[in-house]
Nanobody, 125 residues
Framework: QVRLVESGGALVQPGGSLKLSCVTS????????VGWFRQAPDKEREFVAA????????AYADSVRGRFTISGGDAGNTVYLQMDNLEPADTAIYYC??????????????????WGQGTQVPVSS
């Protein structure tokens, strides 16, 4: 089992920036894909971004592309999500997740077997 702990969530004003961290343990980062998902009130949990531990390749949801940046490395156990130009629509609980690479798309919740507890990001003035 991989354990994940998110941190960095905080109230932020529209147009502001925030950087989330996801500390992983239990497995080497290189063995996994690590993704960020978010869940707004009364909405389904949706894909935000993912990074592959072995290649470093990334994927983003269209809604955050150009504003959010996921980063991490083969040598580290922490994955980051830099969020810029935040909007109220970004308000959600943000979760990081880990899964073993498979044929399941990294954009799907089914690709991930371990989840963090989430960190709240309210975007409001």
């Amino acid at each position: 089992q991989v354990r994940l702990v998110e941190s960095g969530g905080a109230l932020v004003q529209p147009g502001g920036s925030l950087k989330l961290s996801c500390v992983t343990s239990g497995r080497t980062f290189r063995m996994h894909v690590v993704g960020w998902f978010r869940q707004a009130p009364d909405k389904e949990r949706e894909f935000v971004a993912a990074i592959m531990g072995n290649s470093g390749s990334t994927a983003y949801a269209d809604s955050v592309r150009g504003r959010f940046t996921i980063s991490g490395g083969d040598a580290g156990n922490t994955v980051y999500l830099q969020m810029d130009n935040l909007e109220p629509a970004d308000t959600a609980i943000y979760y990081c997740a880990s899964g073993v690479v498979s044929t399941v798309s990294v954009r799907s919740r089914r690709a991930y077997s371990s989840w963090g507890q989430g960190t709240q990001v309210p975007v409001s003035s």
